[in-house]
C-alpha cells in the first residue's frame, strides 16, 4: 500500500522558517522523483520544487528560488522541504508527491499558515 505522510506544517510568523516532511511507504523510493505542490484558497495547485530519485538534481518555483530547498533521504524514504524567510503569501497546504513515467503518488498535505 503506497502512503506519503506529510509533517511539520503550522502557524509561522513571516520572515519565520518551517521544514516539511514527506515520509514515503509502499514503493521504491529511490525510483522516484519527489516534489513538492502547495495550493492556496481559490488557487490552482502549482508545482513548488522537486527533486530526481538520486538527489542530484532540483529545480524550484520562481517564487521560492533562495528561500526554500528541498532535499531527501533515500535511506529514510522522506523527502524535506526547508523553508525560510516566509512570506504571507507562502500560506497554503502543502502537498508531497512521488513521480515516475506515467504514476502519480500523493500525500494528503500539511497546512502551512504564515501570518503576524
Known amino acids: 500500500q503506497v502512503q506519503l505522510v506529510e509533517s511539520g506544517g503550522g502557524l509561522v510568523q513571516p520572515g519565520g522558517s518551517l521544514r516539511l516532511s514527506c515520509a514515503a511507504s509502499g514503493f521504491t523510493f529511490s525510483s522516484y522523483a519527489m516534489s513538492w505542490y502547495r495550493q492556496a484558497p481559490g488557487k490552482e495547485r502549482e508545482l513548488v520544487a522537486v527533486i530526481t530519485g538520486a538527489g542530484r538534481t532540483t529545480n524550484y518555483a520562481d517564487s521560492v528560488k533562495g528561500r526554500f530547498t528541498i532535499s531527501r533521504d533515500n535511506a529514510k524514504k522522506t523527502v524535506y522541504l526547508q523553508m525560510i524567510s516566509l512570506k504571507v503569501e507562502d500560506t497554503a497546504v502543502y502537498y508531497c508527491?512521488?513521480?515516475?513515467?506515467?504514476?502519480?503518488?500523493w500525500g494528503q498535505g500539511t497546512q502551512v499558515t504564515v501570518s503576524s
Open positions: 508527491n512521488a513521480g515516475a513515467a506515467y504514476i502519480n503518488y
